[in-house]
């Protein structure tokens, strides 16, 4: 049971890393759009893109915390007592970019939605980053129990390139998706715009995982070995394959496969790094099993999963569809008129 709760973990994150990662790689490209009159359309484009599905996203977050907490809660305390503050930067990050996103759109005042957007973009690395940079400080063997907070534990080499890989990785996913939103509102200037720094960041990946090479042969030798052999290995192929599959799709302008090509690539190197890291939960200092939780917990949380997979699950998959399929709208200006002050024609 313990194992299986583990894969779920697993399988979580790399939900919440496509799903959660779409939107911060839509903030990074808020940030890089420009000014107010050049970033107007492409901000249009992620507004109407992101409204529908933005809070669903983190229901994975909120679904990897519940698990964690529950079936491992040694890894959980190990975690956030070593790891705090990124973890604390993190959510704030996290809570400023919702703020930010909420109210840029019935706000007015050009000098306001300069400040909410400018809240929102930056936020969009900020929490990627830090997240990042946790994995790598528990993929590099910093976090055992009992370990104290410090620096070293997520500033050192393998965090900070683990950090600027997830906003790489988001920034891809963002693009990629935005690219097939352009075409479903008609805007098809936008998607060649996209395109291109979808393969830019592509780019930016591919460049980082080179530079993590020897960074992770000497400072995270359990899960490099890991990754460079076995299934771990098979995945990273098979990730790389379907990253390559999503260049050739965007250069020939598919974008219909896009989607999925992408989320592929990014959900098999999570799988792939869980697998590296296989028996341990905190690389060669605690294993799955020893981390575990009480037997009659692992019962329970095992039924409720099923039980939120059986429920939960194809309303997910009937949201995204919808959204995709361009079936749910966002709030109309009229809707948003009562939130509005005197002042925010200014």
Same mark, same amino acid.
């Given at each position: 049971?313990?194992?299986? #709760? ?39 484009? #992620? ?14 977050? #909120? ?68 997240? $990042? ?40 996913? $963002? ?27 592509? !780019? ?24 460079? !052999? ?5 995945? #990273? ?65 095992? %039924?409720?999963?099923?039980?939120? %997979? ?37």
């Amino acid at each position: 049971m313990a194992e299986f #709760i583990a894969w779920v973990l697993v399988v979580a994150i790399a939900a919440y890393a496509c799903a959660g990662g779409t939107d911060y790689g839509a903030g990074f490209w808020d940030l890089l759009a420009g000014g107010a009159e050049r970033g107007k359309r492409p901000r249009w484009l #992620i507004d109407h893109a992101m409204a529908p599905v933005w809070e669903v996203n983190n229901v994975w977050l #909120i679904f990897v915390l519940v698990i964690m907490w529950t079936g491992f809660p040694t890894v959980f305390q190990a975690v956030f007592s070593a790891l705090w503050l990124p973890l604390a930067l993190a959510a704030v990050g996290l809570v400023l970019r919702g703020a930010g996103f909420a109210l840029r759109k019935p706000t007015r005042r050009l000098a306001q939605r300069r400040i909410y957007g400018a809240m929102f973009a930056v936020s969009s690395l900020v929490t990627p980053f830090f997240l $990042g940079a946790v994995l790598g400080g528990i993929a590099s063997g910093r976090v055992k129990v009992g370990t104290t907070a410090s620096a070293d534990a997520w500033a050192n080499g393998t965090s900070v390139l683990v950090g600027l890989l997830a906003i790489a990785a988001t920034a891809f996913l $963002g693009a990629v998706f935005l690219c097939s939103d352009a075409l479903r509102f008609g805007a098809h200037d936008l998607a060649d715009y996209f395109r291109v720094r979808a393969l830019i960041a592509l !780019g930016a990946v591919v460049v980082l995982a080179l530079i993590a090479l020897p960074v992770t042969h000497d400072d995270a030798r359990y899960v490099w070995d890991g990754l460079t !052999g076995g299934l771990g290995l098979l995945l #990273i192929i098979l990730a790389a394959v379907c990253g390559l599959a999503t260049v050739l799709l965007l250069l020939r302008r598919s974008h219909g496969w896009t989607r999925y090509t992408s989320v592929a690539s990014v959900a098999l190197t999570v799988g792939a790094w869980g697998c590296a890291q296989r028996p341990y939960a905190l690389p060669t200092s605690l294993t799955v099993a020893e981390a575990a939780g009480a037997a009659h917990t692992l019962r329970w949380l095992v %039924i409720v999963t099923a039980i939120a %997979i059986v429920l939960v699950g194809p309303a997910l998959v009937v949201l995204y569809r919808l959204d995709t399929m361009g079936e749910l709208e966002e709030l109309t200006d009229s809707d948003t008129e009562a939130v509005r002050t005197a002042g925010d024609n200014a």
